[in-house]
């Protein structure tokens, strides 16, 4: 049996619970045959045994003499062959049978154990076991023209045995039968066919092995991965996420909101689209995720979540950022340094000792103030480390990058650290470099502000770049939207607007063209 495919053993299944109802089935048939043959016999017997008690030779010859009463039985004979009863018999009242089917039995007392009530003037019928098989009998008083009680008759039907029941009823149950078991055998059939087809055409044992497969690929991959199904209900969450999320135990079948209440996986569901490469942030974790619909047969079916941890992502991408900033600083600073030297040796070399010493001593109070100003005011190395490269970098492009002065940072806005403001600052001043290309009328400068109490954190990005056209004002948040035709990418000001989601944040831009833009980002602290 273990063998045979799945599709025989759905078959079969199906073809023994076809069986099964149908034997059911019969058993309440023939309950039902029965209990409606006692009814109907019990009318009959009824009705025949009212004929006899209302037959005036039954009446008269029942209170005549012994001689008399012998013409009794002949006439109740001829009844009862005429209504096919089993038996009638006449009791005077003194309970001497006066008619029976067996000659010997007449003139005999009758003693059975129903009989009582019908003496007393009482119809009824009841069921009994005899010699016969069980019959069911009619009581009914014989009466006189002066309503006195003469005598009873008793009129008894056999009821048909098991066997006969179904003797009777072998015609109709042998179609039935037939029928039934040739309907249930095709629509087992196509039935297991479907279920099989819906399988994939896999047998049970390689639908497990493909389970136990799948269940070992998700826990070995190094990212997190939780599926749904249409109903919000678990149907994988393998090992990685259950590190990565603080969960444990069995979480299979149970709703995604009752294990991850700010999860964002159920919106798939309703928006019916993939959404790639979103931060988000459940909990105390900022993780970077895909989200995409499942399908079968063009429905959606569930979804799937495939998510990393932002920590470590950022920390890779810093490393990168850090080497690629190292290296800019590095040639920015050997050619401010070169120009520097040789502002210093042309200077000695026409004899200008005392003004070579002033240069000297002008370069080193202005490296110096505006280091000691970072230190003291913003208490990020990060982001000191970000402005100083910043403003090399406009030196080299021709640009004057300002930092005001009364700007403080001391703390970040919740939900935020310093890897956010890396980027958000960072993207704003590049976004401010590139306002520049095509300008030559004028002298290129960039101011940037960060403010900070105990209610808000601003931080302001203002360029007196070409602006931006009023008809793109509404999209430049949008990714992959670039101004910059072929050579931008879009991605951006696109950051900046998740950075500032993410920390409940507002941006404000205004922009005019050929006058140039202020980004003013502002945080509830």
Same mark, same amino acid.
């Given at each position: 049996?273990?063998?045979?495919?799945?599709?025989?053993?759905?078959?079969?299944?199906?073809?023994?619970?076809?069986?099964?109802?149908?034997?059911?089935?019969?058993?309440?048939?023939?309950?039902?045959?029965?209990?409606?043959?006692?009814?109907?016999?019990?009318?009959?017997?009824?009705?025949?045994?009212?004929?006899?008690?209302?037959?005036?030779?039954?009446?008269?010859?029942?209170?005549?003499?012994?001689?008399?009463?012998?013409?009794?039985?002949?006439?109740?004979?001829?009844?009862?062959?005429?209504?096919?009863?089993?038996?009638?018999?006449?009791?005077?009242?003194?309970?001497?049978?006066?008619?029976?089917?067996?000659?010997?039995?007449?003139?005999?007392?009758?003693?059975?154990?129903?009989?009582?009530?019908?003496?007393?003037?009482?119809?009824?019928?009841?069921?009994?076991?005899?010699?016969?098989?069980?019959?069911?009998?009619?009581?009914?008083?014989?009466?006189?023209?002066?309503?006195?009680?003469?005598?009873?008759?008793?009129?008894?039907?056999?009821?048909?045995?098991?066997?006969?029941?179904?003797?009777?009823? @072998?015609?109709?149950?042998?179609?039935?039968?037939?029928?039934?078991?040739?309907?249930?055998?095709?629509?087992?059939?196509?039935?297991?066919?479907?279920?099989?087809?819906?399988?994939?055409?896999?047998?049970?044992?390689?639908?497990?092995?493909?389970?136990?497969?799948?269940?070992?690929?998700?826990?070995?991959?190094?990212?997190?991965?939780?599926?749904?199904?249409?109903?919000?209900?678990?149907?994988?969450?393998?090992?990685?996420?259950?590190?990565?999320?603080?969960?444990? =135990?069995?979480?299979?079948?149970?709703?995604?909101?009752?294990?991850?209440?700010?999860?964002?996986?159920?919106?798939?569901?309703?928006?019916?689209?993939?959404?790639?490469?979103?931060?988000?942030?459940?909990?105390?974790?900022?993780?970077?995720?895909?989200?995409?619909?499942?399908?079968?047969?063009?429905?959606?079916? *569930?979804?799937?979540?495939?998510?990393?941890?932002?920590?470590?992502?950022?920390?890779?991408?810093?490393?990168?950022? *850090?080497?690629?900033?190292?290296?800019?600083?590095?040639?920015?600073?050997?050619?401010?340094?070169?120009?520097?030297?040789?502002?210093?040796?042309?200077?000695?070399?026409?004899?200008?000792?005392?003004?070579?010493?002033?240069?000297?001593?002008?370069?080193?109070?202005?490296?110096?103030?505006?280091?000691?100003?970072?230190?003291?005011?913003?208490?990020?190395?990060?982001?000191?480390?970000?402005?100083?490269?910043?403003?090399?970098?406009?030196?080299?492009?021709?640009?004057?990058?300002t930092i005001d002065r009364h700007s403080r940072l001391h703390r970040f806005p919740?939900?935020?650290?310093?890897?956010?403001?890396?980027?958000?600052?960072? /993207?704003?001043?590049?976004?401010?470099?590139?306002?520049?290309?095509?300008?030559?009328?004028?002298?290129?400068?960039?101011?940037?502000?960060?403010?900070? /109490?105990?209610?808000?954190?601003?931080?302001?990005?203002?360029?007196? *770049?070409?602006?931006?056209?009023?008809?793109?004002?509404?999209?430049?948040?949008?990714?992959?939207?670039?101004?910059?035709?072929? /050579? =931008?990418?879009?991605?951006?000001?696109?950051?900046?607007?998740?950075?500032?989601? @993410?920390?409940? *944040?507002?941006?404000?831009?205004?922009?005019?063209?050929?006058?140039?833009?202020?980004?003013?980002?502002?945080?509830?602290?």
């Amino acid at each position: 049996m273990n063998r045979l495919p799945i599709r025989w053993k759905i078959t079969i299944l199906i073809f023994a619970i076809v069986s099964f109802s149908m034997l059911l089935s019969g058993v309440f048939i023939i309950s039902d045959f029965f209990h409606t043959k006692e009814e109907e016999l019990s009318q009959r017997a009824l009705l025949t045994a009212r004929t006899v008690s209302e037959m005036p030779e039954v009446r008269r010859h029942i209170v005549e003499n012994k001689q008399s009463r012998a013409l009794i039985n002949p006439v109740v004979e001829r009844v009862r062959v005429i209504h096919s009863a089993d038996y009638i018999v006449v009791l005077d009242m003194n309970k001497v049978r006066l008619s029976h089917p067996l000659p010997a039995m007449i003139g005999t007392i009758s003693r059975g154990a129903d009989e009582g009530p019908a003496f007393a003037e009482h119809t009824y019928t009841s069921k009994a076991r005899g010699e016969i098989g069980t019959v069911v009998r009619a009581f009914v008083p014989i009466m006189n023209s002066d309503h006195e009680q003469i005598g009873v008759v008793i009129a008894a039907y056999r009821l048909p045995t098991f066997f006969e029941a179904i003797d009777s009823l @072998k015609e109709e149950a042998a179609v039935a039968v037939v029928l039934s078991l040739v309907v249930g055998g095709i629509g087992a059939w196509l039935l297991a066919s479907h279920i099989k087809r819906q399988m994939f055409e896999l047998e049970p044992h390689e639908i497990a092995k493909l389970l136990i497969e799948r269940t070992e690929a998700f826990n070995a991959m190094h990212e997190g991965v939780i599926a749904i199904d249409s109903d919000k209900k678990i149907t994988i969450f393998n090992d990685r996420a259950k590190q990565m999320l603080g969960v444990k =135990g069995d979480v299979i079948g149970r709703s995604i909101r009752s294990i991850i209440p700010d999860t964002h996986l159920p919106e798939i569901l309703e928006v019916n689209k993939p959404i790639y490469n979103k931060e988000l942030q459940i909990g105390n974790l900022t993780i970077w995720s895909n989200r995409i619909p499942i399908k079968v047969n063009g429905k959606t079916v *569930g979804a799937i979540a495939i998510f990393q941890d932002r920590t470590e992502v950022k920390r890779l991408a810093e490393e990168l950022t *850090g080497v690629k900033a190292f290296v800019h600083a590095l040639r920015v600073q050997n050619h401010e340094y070169m120009n520097k030297l040789h502002t210093i040796a042309g200077l000695i070399q026409l004899g200008h000792i005392e003004k070579a010493l002033e240069y000297v001593f002008q370069v080193t109070e202005e490296q110096a103030e505006l280091t000691q100003f970072l230190s003291r005011n913003i208490k990020d190395e990060s982001i000191s480390g970000l402005l100083l490269s910043k403003i090399r970098r406009g030196k080299e492009l021709g640009i004057r990058v300002t930092i005001d002065r009364h700007s403080r940072l001391h703390r970040f806005p919740p939900h935020l650290d310093h890897h956010d403001f890396v980027v958000l600052l960072g /993207n704003l001043i590049e976004n401010a470099f590139d306002a520049f290309r095509g300008v030559t009328d004028r002298e290129k400068e960039i101011y940037v502000s960060l403010e900070q /109490n105990e209610e808000i954190c601003s931080l302001s990005v203002e360029d007196n *770049g070409q602006g931006i056209a009023r008809e793109h004002i509404d999209r430049i948040f949008d990714e992959g939207f670039s101004t910059k035709g072929e /050579n =931008g990418r879009g991605i951006g000001l696109y950051l900046v607007k998740q950075i500032v989601e @993410k920390g409940n *944040g507002r941006i404000d831009v205004q922009s005019e063209e050929g006058k140039g833009t202020v980004f003013t980002v502002t945080f509830d602290m």
